[in-house]
C-alpha cells in the first residue's frame, strides 16, 4: 500500500536562524531533487518519488512510500542535502496520507502562511512541482497532489476573498517603515535585490507615497529592468557602500546564501550620514543584513519573523473567509484521496483485464478455426463482439473494486477478486 508522506518545519515550529540553514538555493534544490530521477540507491530511503517546497518561511518535502517510516529517510536526506550536524535538534513535523494532502492544500490555499491569504504561496506551490517533475522526482501520485494543490488555491482566490487585502510579506514590510518615518516621501529607500520579494517591496513602497528607489543587485543588468519600471536608479553591487550612506530605509530581499550587510559597511555609512537613522527590513532568507547590525547607534533592523506582531493588522476581512476557504480544501482533499485510494486496485483491474483479454484471444482464434473461411468483415465482427463482452462483463466488478477502494477496503476485496478470479501471477506477487 502507498502513502503519501510530509515532513517540514515553518515559521510556526522554527526561527529563522534555523530556517536559513535549510533552505535550499535553485541550484541545490535541482542537485537533491535529481537524486529521486537517478533510482533506488539514490533517492531518500524507501520513497518512490517526491517534491520539495522551499520558501522563506517553511521548507516541506513530499514524498510517496510503501512504508510510513520512510520519514526519516527523508530526514537523514534533508540533514545530508543542507549538511548539517547528524545531531541538530530540528523540530520537523510529519504527515502521513490525507493529514499530508489536507496540510499542502492548506498551505497552497494561504491557510498555513504567515501572512493569511498571501498570494505568492500559490506560485511557489507550483514552482516547486514544476522543478520536481524537471528532475524527474515527481511521478504520477506527486504530480496529481500537487496539481490537485494548485486547483485548490485558485478555487479559493478565485470564491472567496482570502487573498484580497494587502497584506503580503513585503507590503507589512513597508507598513513598518511607516511607523517609524510616518510619510515616505521624504525618504530615500535602498533595495537590494531585483527578484519577486524585491519587486513587490518595491512597488508597495511607491504605493504608500515613497520616490523610486534605488535598487543596487549583483547583476546590474537586471537591476536596471527593475528600476526603470519606477524611474528609479539602479546600481552596481559594488556601489553598495555609497547606496547605504545615502538611504533612509534599506529593504533587504536578494537570494544570496550568506549575509550581504555586515558592520563594517554599516558602520562606514553611519560615519557619513549625521544623525539620520537607517532603517533595515530583511526579508530574505538566507537573511542578507548581519544580526549585529541591528545593535550599533542609530540603526534599526527588523528581519522577517519581526513583522509577525503587525500581520494582525491587515487580516480581518481575511479571517472571515477561512470557513469557506477550509470548506474548498475538505472538498478538493476529498476529491483527491478518492482518486489515490483506487490506486492499490489500479494493478489488480490491469491484471484482471490482462487475463480476460488472453483468454479472449484464445477463444476467438479457435473459434475462427473451426468456421473456416469468413471475410475480413465477418472476423472484424466477431472480434468486436467479444471485446464488448469481456468490456461489459468486467465493467461492474472493476467499478465495484473502485468504489470499494475509496471506502478503505481496496485489501478485502482485492483479496476475494483474486481467489475469485484465479489471480495469482507475477504482478500479485511482487506487491
Not at 183 to 192: N, T
Not at 211 to 219: A, I, K, L, Q
Not at 358 to 377: D, K, N, T
Request: net charge negative.
Amino acid at each position: 500500500m502507498m502513502h503519501i508522506l510530509c515532513l517540514g518545519l515553518n515559521h510556526r515550529s522554527a526561527p529563522v536562524e534555523l530556517r536559513e540553514r535549510l533552505s535550499f538555493s535553485p541550484s541545490a534544490l535541482k542537485a537533491a531533487l535529481a537524486r529521486w530521477g537517478c533510482g533506488d540507491g539514490a533517492r531518500p530511503a524507501g520513497t518512490l518519488e517526491g517534491a520539495i517546497l522551499s520558501t522563506c518561511n517553511r521548507l516541506e518535502v513530499y514524498a510517496v512510500a510503501y512504508e510510513t517510516a520512510a520519514t526519516e529517510g527523508l530526514r537523514a536526506f534533508l540533514v545530508e542535502a543542507r549538511r548539517l550536524p547528524p545531531d541538530l535538534p530540528l523540530p520537523f513535523y510529519t504527515y502521513v496520507d490525507e493529514e499530508a494532502v489536507r496540510h499542502l492544500f492548506r498551505v497552497a490555499v494561504g491557510l498555513d502562511s504567515m501572512i493569511l491569504g498571501e498570494p505568492q504561496i500559490l506560485g511557489q506551490v507550483l514552482d516547486a512541482y514544476e522543478v520536481a517533475r524537471g528532475q524527474g522526482a515527481a511521478g504520477p501520485v506527486i504530480s496529481a497532489l500537487f496539481r490537485h494543490a494548485v486547483h485548490a488555491g485558485k478555487r479559493a482566490r478565485a470564491e472567496t476573498a482570502i487573498s484580497h487585502s494587502a497584506a503580503t510579506v513585503s507590503s507589512v514590510a513597508v507598513a513598518l517603515a511607516e511607523r517609524v518615518f510616518g510619510a515616505l516621501s521624504g525618504c530615500h529607500v535602498l533595495v537590494l535585490g531585483a527578484g519577486e520579494m524585491a519587486e513587490l517591496a518595491a512597488r508597495a513602497l511607491i504605493a504608500r507615497g515613497a520616490p523610486p528607489p534605488t535598487v543596487v543587485n549583483r547583476s546590474l543588468e537586471r537591476a536596471r529592468e527593475l528600476a526603470q519600471v519606477w524611474g528609479g536608479e539602479a546600481l552596481p553591487f559594488e556601489a553598495l557602500g555609497e547606496a547605504l550612506a545615502r538611504a533612509d530605509i534599506v529593504i533587504a530581499a536578494t537570494g544570496a546564501p550568506h549575509v550581504i550587510v555586515d558592520v563594517p559597511e554599516v558602520k562606514a555609512a553611519l560615519a557619513v550620514r549625521g544623525e539620520r537613522p537607517l532603517f533595515f527590513i530583511d526579508i530574505a532568507v538566507p537573511r542578507n543584513v548581519s544580526a549585529a547590525v541591528g545593535e550599533l547607534p542609530g540603526v534599526h533592523l527588523y528581519n522577517i519573523d519581526d513583522l509577525q506582531a503587525l500581520v494582525e493588522d491587515h487580516l480581518n476581512g481575511r479571517r472571515r473567509e477561512i470557513p469557506r476557504v477550509e470548506q474548498i480544501v475538505a472538498e478538493e482533499v476529498g476529491r483527491f484521496m478518492a482518486w489515490f485510494k483506487t490506486l492499490d486496485v489500479v494493478p489488480l483491474i490491469a491484471e484482471l483485464y490482462q487475463r480476460s483479454e488472453a483468454i479472449r484471444q484464445a477463444e476467438v482464434a479457435r473459434a475462427l478455426r473451426r468456421l473456416g473461411h469468413l471475410s475480413e468483415r465477418e472476423r472484424q465482427v466477431i472480434e468486436a463482439m467479444s471485446q464488448s463482452l469481456v468490456n461489459k462483463l468486467l465493467h461492474a466488478p472493476t467499478e465495484r473494486l473502485k468504489a470499494e477502494a475509496e471506502n478503505g477496503q481496496a485489501a478485502l476485496y482485492a483479496q476475494v477478486a483474486r481467489a475469485l478470479f484465479g489471480l495469482d501471477g507475477e504482478a500479485h506477487r511482487r506487491d
